[in-house]
Structure formats: structure tokens, C-alpha cells
């Protein structure tokens, strides 16, 4: 397999990645962001939650002067070798000290975010493109709604579910990994598809670490480095690979018959080398995160299992999901999971070191992924896709929902890139690219 696109070699590159694609912001967004900037009244309605305009030609946010946050270091979409520091962003895993910083979680103050009212749903009219009734439509005419993100284009081509996208260190490509048994190679400078890859299977998930990218399927974990063409199969596990992840120099894979698989990465031999089988869970394992010198599983069966680096053993079950446990995310000191039970719970420390629910926020579907990001001015967000085919986008730590992006089906797959780019892929195969826009405020 030729996995030789022209990706480039430069660091560069990243900067501009995306930037070209469909021309940068159509008119709508130029123009309403202009409207925007001059309109520097917040919301009535949207104070008391029940705002139904869109768009609003008012602030949906509070007035405040931004805070003297420094750029992140980084940031989520700052890729590791497997022999490399940790970033520093806060969304590193790394489990710190600094408390004061953190709020406390949920203290969304008088705002109430962008709900209220029925313009959460987007028209079915036009998605179809035959609505009219134009401005007094009381639905949606955009897949996004909130301040402080905008639609750049559409990535078109895959025939069936997104569940994965990877954007590898030093290329300038895109990688898209869907249930149609398809990998899909983008171009970052002209949205064009280079290639596509037929993996013999479905795509389960599919991540990059440095110049690799690994892809579940079933019974095979594909392992591809974008610049040595190097293309490996990590036999072993037995059925569908759902997720994937890399820690302390180790590949875990976790698979639909409970295990998790462990593979090394052997330099002289330049393969994976199986090192452990973990198998505590009982039901399909389906999300992983590594954290705090830590892996975490979560499984089908409701449980979240911590497991030690070092020796690769449990040391701790956390049973206060009632559903399947889609997505963990670390972030701070803190470990985050969405479950199917509709809701995020957040996790810290005891003083004995195990790990508690510090609180739970509850939402109207079931959840099915998590991803964290920074917002332009640096403070943390949280991105999570549920079932009813929306993303919520959550300030961290008070949970006020400042956001949601639509889709014609559930977002199984969101990535985030450099320069506050991210990326969501749906149930029809579509690929969407976003960007992070600034938040007009007042001026003194």
C-alpha cells in the first residue's frame, strides 16, 4: 500500500491548514459577524432563555473584558512521538495541583447558554432547500448556533458512518476512517480527496500519534506511518477494534470480546510487539484515555476500570454509570465520561487517591463522545456529541452550554486541529471542518 501523498515534511504548513478551503468564511458568516460587532447589547431573551431569533442581532453572551490568558502551548491537537514530553495543555492528562484555578463545576451563574426556546432544531425544509418562509421560520437555516465558531466546508465521499479522523505531526493531510471499510486521504490545502484506502473491514475508530495512524477494524489493528510508508497489521484482537490510544510508549486496543491488547513498539525491528492482554471488563471495551500515568477503559458493561502504566493492573473499578460508558476525556486533574445514560460525570482524586464523581451534569440524550479544545482567548471548552445529531459546546468548569453544531445524524468522530480548527464526522459519511472565530466584546 502507497501511502506516499505529497505530504510534505514541513511544521509549517500547519498553520495554514484549512485555512483555503471553500474560500475561508462565506458571506453570511463575514456578515454577520460584522452585524455582530456592531450590535453590542446582550439578549434580553436569551437572559431569560427563551430567545428563538436566528441570527440574533444581539450578544448571546455576557459582556466582559477578556482575560490576559496566555496562547496554550500546544493545545489538544499537538501530537506526540511515542518518546516525547507531554503537551501542556490542560487537556494533557496530567493530573496538577493548581485548584484554585478550576471554579467549581456547574456554577453557570445567571446565563442560561443557548437554551430555550424551539430554534434548536434545525428545518427540514431547508436542509431539502425549499423553505419559505425565510426570516420567520421558527427553526433552524444553520447547522451551528452560538458565537465563536464558524462552518469553513464539507468533506464528501464516504457512504456511511465517520469513526475516525486523524491529522498526523508534519503532514498536511487529513485522514477520515468510516464503516463503508474506507480511509479517506484529504488534501488540508484544496479539500480535495487524494486517495482512498480500502481497509477490508469496517473502520472502528482510528487515531494518529506522531507520523502514525492506527486504524481498528475487525480482528486487525492497521498501523501506517505517513513518513517512512511503513504499513504493519497488530494481530490479536477478536472482533471489532472500537478504540484506540497511546501511553507510555504503548498502543492499548479495546475490542468487542472485553480484552484490551497491548502492543511495544520495537525500534530495532521497527514493529508492534504484543505485550499484555487486559481483561477485567465483561462487555465490548469502547472508549480509552491515558492520564495521569494512568489508563482508563470504559466498556459496555457500565464500568470505568483505572489501570496502573507501570504494572498494567486494575487498581480501581468505577461503577456510577448505569449505561454504556462512550467516551472519556482527561482534563486538568480531572477525568471526564459521557455514558448513553445521558450523562458527564466528572471524577477527581480522594485524598486516598481513588477516584470519586465531584459532579454530574445531565442532559436530555444519550452521549456519545467527548473532545476538549481551547477557545481563541485560551479558556478550555468541552465538545460532546449525543444521540438527537447535535454537539454541545460546554465552558469548562461551569458546564454553561455556549454552543451546539447540528448534523443530518449522530457525530460519532471530532477531532481537533492547529489554529482552532476541529472536525466532526456523522452517520452519512459527511466530514465537516469548523473553525474557531473571535467573540466580539464591549471596549473601553
Not at 370 to 399: A, Q, R, T
Not at 420 to 444: C, E, H, I, K, Y
Request: hydrophobic fraction near 35%.
Amino acid at each position: 500500500m502507497d501511502l506516499d501523498y505529497n505530504g510534505g515534511n514541513s511544521t509549517s504548513t500547519n498553520k495554514r491548514v484549512f485555512h483555503r478551503l471553500g474560500g475561508g468564511q462565506t458571506a453570511n458568516d463575514t456578515s454577520s459577524h460584522n452585524h455582530n460587532q456592531q450590535n453590542q447589547k446582550v439578549c434580553y431573551h436569551w437572559r431569560a432563555g427563551r430567545c428563538n431569533r436566528f441570527p440574533c442581532p444581539f450578544l448571546h453572551r455576557e459582556i466582559s473584558a477578556p482575560p490576559p490568558h496566555a496562547a496554550v502551548n500546544g493545545g489538544v491537537g499537538a501530537k506526540r512521538g511515542f518518546v516525547g514530553n507531554d503537551s501542556s495543555s490542560s487537556f494533557s492528562g496530567r493530573r496538577g495541583n493548581n485548584s484554585n484555578s478550576l471554579g467549581r463545576f456547574g456554577n453557570k451563574g445567571d446565563g442560561r447558554g443557548v437554551r430555550g426556546g424551539s430554534v434548536e432544531k434545525v428545518c427540514t425544509y431547508w436542509v431539502q432547500g425549499h423553505c419559505n418562509r425565510g426570516d420567520t421560520c421558527r427553526f433552524l437555516h444553520s447547522w451551528s448556533l452560538g458565537d465563536g465558531f464558524s462552518l469553513l466546508t464539507q468533506l464528501e465521499g464516504h457512504q456511511k458512518v465517520i469513526n475516525g479522523i486523524a491529522l498526523p505531526s508534519g503532514s498536511d493531510k487529513l485522514y477520515t476512517g468510516s464503516k463503508d471499510e474506507t480511509v479517506r486521504v484529504w488534501d488540508c490545502q484544496s479539500g480535495q480527496c487524494m486517495g482512498v484506502i480500502n481497509v477490508g473491514g469496517e473502520v472502528g475508530c482510528m487515531i494518529s500519534e506522531g507520523p502514525w495512524i492506527f486504524v481498528g477494524t475487525p480482528n486487525v489493528v492497521k498501523a501506517w506511518n505517513t513518513q517512512t510508508n511503513a504499513d504493519l497489521s497488530l494481530t490479536g484482537p477478536v472482533g471489532q477494534v472500537y478504540t484506540l490510544v497511546v501511553g507510555n510508549d504503548l498502543l492499548f486496543a479495546g475490542t468487542q470480546d472485553g480484552s484490551i491488547l497491548v502492543w511495544k513498539f520495537n525500534a530495532a525491528t521497527y514493529n508492534f510487539e504484543p505485550a499484555a492482554s487486559l481483561n477485567d471488563h465483561k462487555m465490548a471495551v469502547v472508549s480509552l484515555v491515558v492520564g495521569a500515568n494512568r489508563l482508563y477503559s470504559g466498556s459496555m458493561d457500565h464500568s470505568i476500570k483505572v489501570w496502573s502504566l507501570e504494572t498494567l493492573q486494575c487498581v480501581q473499578t468505577l461503577k456510577d454509570h448505569t449505561s454504556v460508558v462512550m467516551s472519556l476525556l482527561c482534563w486538568e486533574q480531572f477525568l471526564l465520561s459521557c455514558s448513553l445514560d445521558q450523562t458527564i460525570k466528572v471524577w477527581a482524586a480522594t485524598e486516598s487517591g481513588n477516584l470519586e464523581v465531584t459532579y454530574t451534569h445531565k442532559e436530555e440524550h444519550g452521549l456519545l463522545t467527548l473532545c476538549g479544545m481551547h477557545d481563541l482567548e485560551g479558556k478550555p471548552i468541552l465538545l460532546c456529541s449525543s444521540n438527537d445529531s447535535s454537539v454541545h459546546f460546554f465552558d469548562l468548569p461551569s458546564f454553561t452550554e455556549k454552543g451546539k453544531i447540528f448534523a443530518k445524524q449522530e457525530i460519532r468522530a471530532i477531532q481537533t486541529g492547529p489554529g482552532g480548527l476541529f472536525f466532526t464526522g456523522d452517520g452519512t459519511g459527511q466530514v465537516r471542518v469548523w473553525n474557531s472565530v473571535a467573540v466580539p466584546t464591549a471596549t473601553t
